[in-house]
């Protein structure tokens, strides 16, 4: 992945752009701190697409709702106690 100062990325965008396609995903720093990373659309949608369900969005949708067993109070397990 190539590294690019915010400021060539600017001044050089068609140019980062067709890098990006044809090497793959471009890494933008400003003040040489990693900032932004500029991907081939393919890749962005494939890792879109393996992407987990928010658990708000898991709340709030229907699908996620199940039923289950909640066990009794006091059925835990629990150490022993050790006495000294």
Do not use: H, Y
């Not at 140019?15 to 900032?35: I, Y």
């Not at 393919?42 to 369900?53: D, I, Q």
Request: hydrophobic letters at 40%; one cysteine or more.
């Amino acid at each position: 992945m190539n590294v690019w100062p915010v400021q060539d990325a600017k001044s050089r965008f068609s140019e980062l752009l067709d890098t990006c396609v044809s090497e793959g995903a471009q890494l933008v720093t400003k003040r040489g701190a990693k900032t932004a990373v500029l991907m081939p659309i393919a890749e962005w949608e494939r890792l879109n697409k393996g992407a987990r369900t928010s658990l708000k969005a898991l709340l709030l949708s229907e699908d996620g709702r199940t039923d289950f067993e909640i066990p009794a109070r006091g059925m835990a397990n629990r150490r022993a106690t050790i006495t000294l």
